[in-house]
């Protein structure tokens, strides 16, 4: 299994990483982001029997501006809408079941064109009204 990858683009800013399911042998460890991002993505794939070494990451204090979400497809098909800053329709994806996406920032929202399941990830602590304004 492997993805291509896919910028999403508004005013010139990648807001957004789409990751497209494609079948592929793949194996190793392979970053979708760079080292700056707020969140990183990557992939692993190896065979039966590889070790990762044990580990834990150090604590340290970091700024975060941008809150990033991250979804994985499981079943189904959506639309995922963006909008510029000004609240005006853009552009969209359709992410079907594999697909992934990295929402890096800016507008967006979402239709359900297919009974879906997906697993949202994104950076805590989550103050409802003081993290996210609707339009």
Not at 39 to 61: A, C, D, E, T, W
Not at 72 to 84: C, R, S
Not at 103 to 123: D, P, R, Y
């Amino acid at each position: 299994m492997f993805f291509s990858v896919e910028n999403i683009k508004i005013d010139k800013k990648t807001v957004a990483k789409v990751f497209k399911y494609k079948k592929k042998k793949f194996r190793g460890i392979k970053f979708f982001t760079s080292k700056e991002l707020n969140l990183q993505v990557g992939f692993m794939s190896h065979k039966s029997q590889h070790n990762i070494q044990p580990h834990y990451h150090l604590k340290r204090g970091k700024i975060i501006k941008d809150m990033s979400e991250f979804l994985i497809i499981f079943k189904g098909k959506i639309k995922v809408l963006f909008y510029n800053k000004k609240k005006s329709y853009v552009k969209s994806k359709i992410l079907n079941e594999k697909d992934m996406i990295l929402i890096i920032s800016g507008a967006h929202g979402f239709k359900i064109l297919k009974e879906t399941e997906m697993l949202e990830v994104k950076q805590g602590p989550f103050i409802g009204t003081k993290d996210k304004k609707r339009f």
